[in-house]
Each structure stands twice: as C-alpha cells, then as structure tokens.
C-alpha cells in the first residue's frame, strides 16, 4: 500500500494521544510535522488567513518531508481525523498505474464518475484530512501549490483539489475516513462538516 504516513499536527495533547492510539491499532508509524503560523495578512485567504496559510505551509511541509524521504507512496493525514481502513488495500488495488491524487475522505465540488467497485474518478474537491500522493506526482504538486498560492482562495484543500481534477484524482466512496465534530484549530469554533459532506455526495455521487 503506502510506504511513509505523514500527519498535520500542531502540538496538542489531546490530539497527539488519540492519533498515536489509532495508529498504533492499525501499526501504522507516522511523522508529525507542522509549520510555524505566518505574521501579516493574507488576502487570498479567508476565514483566518494566517491559520489557514499556516495550515497549508504545514501541508507542504509534509510534501517537501516526502520528497527528501524518497516516499513512493505516501499518505498524509490530519490530526484529528477518524481512518477505517477496511476497504483501503482493496480500492488502492484498483488504482490505474496514472494515478495522482487518491482522497479517503472529503467532499466533491463537481460530478464524480464511478472508476471501480471502491473508486470514483474525482473533478475539483475539497477537504484534505486525508489523502495519497503518487511519487511521481509529489514534485509536480509542490509546483502546482507555489504557483497557486499567491492567487485568490488559495486554501491548501482547494488548491489539492484542482490538481486533483487537472490530473488524475481519485477518491475512495464510501469514504473512510472522517472529520468529527470537533474545535476547528483555523475558525476557533466547533467545526461540524456532516451536513456539508451529505449534502455535497448526494448532489455529486456517480
């Protein structure tokens, strides 16, 4: 399957012990990496533009983390989110080799096409609590993300979402991985995407 886990983690307890505990139910071992939060006002983004940027410099940082490891397959995941690998080995068999982007989670922004029995073809989506890159397709992303960042709604998810829709995304469905109900590190409120994920599958589902 993936050869290198990388999580988002800004250092939190709580956060910490539950993800160190799922992990090591699945033994998986991972590498938490997090930037640092960027001082001045970012335009482009924007709920907590600095947070936001922060978050999306964290994201990058696992990349470059991934390139400088050799990763051929790597997996990045958030820290709060919720894995149910049941189905992973047998939808990550039904990748064609061209494979870019593979999401376990999240939400489409446009029509999906069904690919497989696990896999649907994906357009733009959003959300990136959980994704796989393909090796070769890690430089060419953090190409995509620097020439993309300086541009409006430049949010990490987003921007993974267009190279996921420019090039070959993919997206696990059902999902399996999830978000819960939780304080949002970037809105500073308790962030619940249930309804936005129902809403945004039953208008996009194959």
């Not at 939060?37 to 600095?50: E, I, L």
Request: hydrophobic share 45%; charged share 20%.
């Amino acid at each position: 399957m993936f050869d290198r886990v990388y999580v988002v983690h800004l250092p939190n307890k709580v956060r910490r012990a539950a993800m160190d505990a799922q992990l090591a139910q699945l033994g998986w071992t991972a590498t938490y990496l997090h930037a640092r939060t960027p001082v001045g006002h970012y335009p482009n983004f924007r709920r907590n533009p600095a947070a936001e940027l922060g978050c999306s410099l964290s994201h990058v940082k696992c990349v470059v983390r991934a390139i400088a490891d050799g990763a051929q397959c790597p997996l990045f995941l958030e820290d709060d989110v919720v894995i149910d690998p049941s189905r992973l080995e047998a939808a990550m068999a039904e990748l064609p080799v061209d494979w870019d982007v593979l999401y376990l989670g999240g939400h489409p922004r446009s029509d999906t096409q069904r690919h497989s029995a696990n896999l649907v073809r994906v357009g733009t989506f959003s959300f990136a609590e959980s994704y796989l890159l393909n090796g070769k397709a890690l430089v060419p992303f953090l190409d995509f993300w620097l020439d993309r960042v300086g541009q409006p709604n430049a949010m990490y998810d987003l921007v993974l979402g267009e190279f996921a829709a420019a090039n070959h995304g993919f997206c696990v469905y059902p999902t399996i991985t999830v978000q819960p109900a939780g304080p949002s590190q970037i809105s500073r409120k308790v962030d619940d995407k249930s309804n936005l994920l129902m809403k945004a599958w039953s208008r996009h589902a194959p």
